[in-house]
């Protein structure tokens, strides 16, 4: 069965940056896009951006041009995000999600890690 | 791009209907059938309910349907049942590979 499952909480400081991981099970991991949602604390979902394993290709939202990079290990069906420069508005729930497209549906989510960015 | 316009609740008794509307531009909801709509449990990820503006996934209740009218998307809940209290969000593919969710909804049932 799919499943994608993620790294765990994070805590980093304000100017730090975090990596979360996404690993998939149970499908052809070139075959699909994997996106990027978070969530900040009691607020909706946010379109961070995605990236296509096969090709290495990415797509990024606007707000987040220059600071996120999303890469995937296709040896170890990985999907990785990277922040950088965190502030305290980056604590959120981020979640990966795969796609047959950039607008496709997302099928299958992660479980969600929790990252925390503060002093 | 801002994000897709919902109300921020609605509710209903059980066995009501209910409608939640999803308010975009040409850009996104209006421009392309590539609506979809996810159902979000407290301390939950996120559950595909519905694609490409009608479409069902295997498994969801056909008490759920969605539609579309130029730039707003809907999503109908029938029949309501407690299980169904939820947040509900809208997604949609919008110009320049881009995507944009909606605010969400809080359904809650009386």
């Known amino acids: 069965q799919v499943q994608l499952v993620q790294s765990g909480a994070e805590v980093k400081k304000p100017g730090a940056s975090v990596r979360v991981s996404c690993k998939a099970s149970?499908?052809?991991?070139?075959?699909?896009?994997m996106h990027w949602v978070r969530q900040a604390p009691g607020q909706g979902l946010e379109w961070m951006g995605c990236t296509n394993p096969n090709s290495g290709g990415t797509n990024y939202a606007q707000k987040f041009q220059g600071r996120v990079t999303m890469t995937g290990d296709t040896s170890i069906r990985t999907a990785y995000m990277e922040l950088t420069s965190l502030t305290s508005d980056d604590t959120a729930v981020y979640y990966c999600?795969?796609?047959?497209?950039?607008?496709?549906?997302?099928?299958?989510w992660g479980q969600g890690t929790p990252v925390t960015v503060s002093s | 791009h801002s994000a897709l316009t919902q109300p921020r609740s609605v509710s209903g008794s059980p066995g009501q209907s209910v409608t939640i509307s999803c308010t975009g531009t040409?850009?996104?909801?209006?421009?392309?059938?590539?609506v979809s709509w996810y159902q979000q449990h407290p301390g939950k990820a996120p559950k595909l309910i519905f694609y490409d503006v009608s479409k069902r996934p295997s498994g969801v209740p056909d008490r759920f349907s969605g539609s579309k009218s130029g730039n707003t998307a809907s999503l109908t809940i029938s029949g309501l049942q407690a299980e169904d209290e939820a947040d509900y969000y809208c997604c949609s593919y919008a110009v320049n590979y881009n995507v944009l969710f909606g605010g969400g909804t809080e359904l809650t049932v009386l």
């Open positions: 999600a795969r796609s047959v497209a950039v607008g496709g549906p997302n099928d299958y």
């Open positions: 040409s850009s996104d909801v209006g421009g392309y059938n590539y």
């Open positions: 149970g499908y052809a991991f070139t075959a699909y896009y």
